[in-house]
């Protein structure tokens, strides 16, 4: 059996690695497009910071590891799938056959349609090749704008003012983090970075980058403002790599759909990761779910199904945690709730504090927080395990800080009714 796997980020890496447990002869090919070993993107902002090296980023750090596993390595960038070939040609013309496939190609860094936004001086933040480029000029006092304040950009915003450099960030949306936090939390996080010396612009789009007369960088914004920069970083968002799949066989809509065991409409074709167009946790449409617990996850059943181990998906949790400049926000499942349910939400500007939460019925399926820590793995817990809390849904509603004290209670209340069953 031969397990061909394209994409070696954390799905593909823990796919690779999943596989040879579950089927010790198999062949298993990793094929990565990079000149670097397999690494984390989510370290890159830690190595523009100098907490780290180029290999503090790497995935898998002991020397031979892939080796030692019997796991072959392929660098190329697959361009084509010959379905009933079983075969997948690569840039270049190599070819390589394959018995079971998995799609864990990963995304790319939009570039949004921005006069000028191919001028030199402008950069994205999604490579090894990327946060080279970045180091080279992103120095003290340099002016720095920022296209993007989600997840990525405010990750990437923490390493950049940590260069000490002059950075004002762009964000079309009505708040920071609009997709992944409550406007109730995204406006707190733009206080916060407005008063670490961040500036700010939200409800503004860049419409042009121009080269400006001091050989620097001039951004009009929709607002009518104007912003001089010696760099612009495009954090906008990323979007999975499937136009190569194009005319193959296999389904794509906004990445490629997937069952429960991260099977796609083709026979012996997975996807994992954040090409994969996956059911949620709480059911309804497929939905991408790009973060990196999701895709160690998915690649993991992937494996199991490829080697024969059927194995479904629990279904793609939201889950995001970030740190922005020392404040900590946490958003998980439905934060924004849903149609119907019951929400509570209160904040404490002054101590830098915000929490809501989401229920359906006595579940709570969704939550959002900044300051609050401690209740972190507390609200993941109470999701992921579909906790019901019977009275402690109100005592909840009321005061939502007792969050520690629900989980406690209810799985105590589940600990007991489990017992009482095995006798």
């Known amino acids: ?63 031979g590891h892939f080796e030692r596993l019997g796991i072959e390595q392929l660098r190329g960038r697959a361009e084509a799938i010959d379905v009933p070939a079983r075969r997948v040609r690569f840039a270049g013309g190599r070819t390589e056959p394959y018995d079971r496939l998995l799609i864990a190609t990963g995304s790319h860094p939009v570039r949004p349609p921005v006069a000028g936004i191919d001028t030199p001086g402008v950069h994205t933040c999604w490579t090894l090749a990327d946060a080279r480029a970045i180091a080279a000029r992103a120095a003290k006092g340099c002016r720095v704008v920022q296209i993007g304040a989600g997840f990525i ?168 945690v970030l740190d922005t400049l020392g404040l900590v926000s946490s958003s998980f499942g439905q934060w924004g709730g849903r149609p119907g349910g019951e929400s509570v939400e209160v904040r404490d500007d002054g101590a830098w504090q915000y929490l809501s939460l989401q229920f359906a019925d006595d579940v709570l399926i969704g939550a959002t927080a900044i300051g609050h820590t401690e209740h972190i793995g507390v609200l993941h817990g109470l999701i992921r395990a579909r906790t019901h809390l019977a009275a402690w849904k109100d005592e909840l509603l009321r005061d939502p800080a007792r969050a520690m004290q629900a989980y406690l209670a209810r799985s105590q209340a589940q600990a007991a009714w489990t017992g009482a069953r095995a006798r």
């Open 153 to 320: 950009g405010c990750i990437v915003l923490e390493a950049l003012a940590a260069r000490g450099v002059d950075l004002t960030v762009v964000e079309m949306g009505d708040r920071m983090v609009p997709r992944m936090m409550t406007a109730g939390a995204g406006s707190m996080i733009r206080k916060w970075c407005e008063s670490k010396a961040v500036k700010v612009h939200t409800g503004a789009r860049v419409e042009a980058i121009r080269p400006a007369p001091d050989g620097a960088l001039a951004l009009k914004l929709s607002t009518g403002v104007e912003l001089p920069a010696d760099l612009v970083i495009c954090a906008a968002g990323v979007q999975p790599n499937i136009a190569w799949l194009d005319g193959s066989g296999i389904a794509t809509a906004h990445g490629v759909p997937v069952d429960e065991h991260l099977r796609t409409n083709v026979e012996g074709i997975y996807a994992a990761g954040d090409v994969a167009e996956a059911m949620g946790f709480h059911g309804g449409a497929r939905a991408l779910n790009a973060i990196q617990p999701n895709a160690v996850e998915q690649g993991r059943i992937a494996a199991l199904n490829m080697a024969g181990r059927e194995t479904a998906a629990p279904g793609a949790l939201a889950i995001n």
């Open 1 to 63: 059996m031969k397990h061909l796997i394209l994409g070696n980020g954390p799905a593909g890496v823990v796919a690779a690695e999943t596989l040879r447990k579950a089927d010790p002869a198999a062949q298993i090919v990793l094929a990565g497009d990079e000149p670097f070993p397999p690494y984390s993107r989510m370290a890159i902002p830690y190595l523009l910071m100098g907490d780290i090296d180029e290999s503090g980023t790497w995935l898998r750090k002991a020397p």
